[in-house]
Every structure is written in structure tokens, then in C-alpha cells.
């Protein structure tokens, strides 16, 4: 399962925003089941990050995202993104 994620930084926190999808990046790569995992940034928009993953199946992805590090993570960034789209599609 293929999963991109767009987010888009409010102009004050890009940096941390950076910093805190950069660090998630080793652990991320490291999950069960995480085929490949790959971080972005937008050459048009310096705002936006484009966060890449693949998976083995659904319930891989589904039990990574239920871990402690991913819900501090999204508490973290919550405050530093202005919109995120998500893409999930069959690979």
C-alpha cells in the first residue's frame, strides 16, 4: 500500500516542521512491514513536504501509526501544519 502525505507548514514553524518529518524518517524506515519511506520537499513551494511510504499491506501501516512515537509526533506537529492531504492507494 502506497501512502503520500502533503503537508503544508505555516510559515513560522517550517523549519520545525522539517526537523520533526526528518527525525521520524530512520524509525519510520526501520516499522514492520515499511517497504520504503521518503521525505520530499516541494521545489515550488518551500512549505511543502511530500512524505512517501510503502507498505507490505494495511495493517502493517494501521499498527505503526497506533505507536507511541507516532502519536507524540502528530501532537508535536499539530500546532506547525497549516493543511495535510492524505494519498492511499493500492502499489
Known amino acids: 500500500m502506497k501512502i503520500i502525505i502533503k503537508y503544508l507548514a505555516k510559515p513560522q514553524h517550517k523549519d520545525a516542521l522539517e526537523k520533526a518529518l526528518r527525525s521520524i524518517i530512520v524509525i ?3 516499522a514492520h512491514g515499511c517497504v520504503q ?5 516541494s ?4 512549505l511543502v513536504f511530500f512524505f512517501d511510504q510503502l507498505w ?11 505507536r507511541k512515537h507516532m502519536q ?3 501532537n508535536q506537529t499539530e500546532a506547525m501544519i497549516d493543511t495535510l ?3 492511499i492507494s493500492e502499489y
Not at 521545489?43 to 518551500?46: A, F, V
Not at 507490505?56 to 497506533?66: G, I, M, P, R, T
Open 28 to 30: 519510520t524506515r526501520k
Open 37 to 41: 519511506c521518503d521525505l520530499h520537499p
Open 43 to 46: 521545489l515550488d513551494n518551500r
Open 56 to 66: 507490505e499491506n494495511e495493517d502493517s501501516w494501521k499498527q505503526y501509526l497506533e
Open 72 to 74: 507524540e509526533f502528530v
Open 85 to 87: 492531504d492524505t494519498c
